[in-house]
């Protein structure tokens, strides 16, 4: 049952990738189906989605802050030097967001749960 369990563990933290095919919302609801389904019947996979998902709600809240700051600088003339910031800000953020989730994939394709940095903890582990 290991296996199969560390199977729908990697899923999870790569299922997040969806969001890269242009599907709105998927780095979170991809992972919460998988973590969903399984959380009931193996407690390692529900760890790891519970982990995966509050990393991407925390990703997304960091990414609509930075998206929000972006409309507020275009309306604000005088905030005008904060565009660049703002724009690498965003990519900086979308970048570590693919390598953590291919990292915790890798991770957790060896039976060993990612501590993914910067994520708020909205579901408790």
Same mark, same amino acid.
């Given at each position: 049952?290991?296996?199969?369990?560390?199977?729908?563990? $990697?899923?999870?933290?790569?299922?997040?990738?969806?969001?890269?095919?242009?599907?709105?919302? *998927? +780095?979170?609801? *991809?992972?919460?189906?998988?973590?969903?389904?399984?959380?009931? $019947?193996?407690?390692?996979?529900?760890?790891? &989605?519970?982990?995966?998902? +509050?990393?991407?709600?925390?990703?997304?809240?960091?990414?609509?802050?930075?998206?929000?700051?972006?409309?507020?600088?275009?309306?604000?003339?005088?905030?005008?030097?904060?565009?660049?910031?703002? &724009?690498?800000?965003?990519?900086?953020? *979308?970048?570590? +967001?693919?390598?953590?989730?291919?990292?915790? &994939?890798?991770?957790? *394709?060896?039976?060993?749960?990612?501590?993914?940095?910067?994520?708020?903890?909205?579901?408790?582990?």
């Amino acid at each position: 049952m290991e296996k199969v369990d560390r199977v729908w563990e $990697t899923g999870c933290h790569l299922s997040p990738l969806a969001l890269l095919i242009g599907v709105p919302v *998927a +780095n979170v609801i *991809a992972p919460l189906i998988i973590w969903l389904i399984r959380k009931k $019947t193996s407690p390692s996979t529900d760890m790891h &989605g519970r982990a995966v998902i +509050n990393f991407q709600l925390t990703m997304t809240l960091y990414f609509a802050i930075l998206f929000l700051l972006s409309i507020l600088e275009g309306k604000v003339s005088n905030l005008g030097f904060l565009s660049v910031p703002i &724009g690498i800000g965003m990519r900086t953020w *979308a970048y570590l +967001n693919i390598f953590y989730i291919i990292r915790a &994939g890798y991770e957790s *394709a060896q039976g060993k749960l990612y501590p993914y940095p910067f994520s708020i903890r909205f579901i408790s582990q």
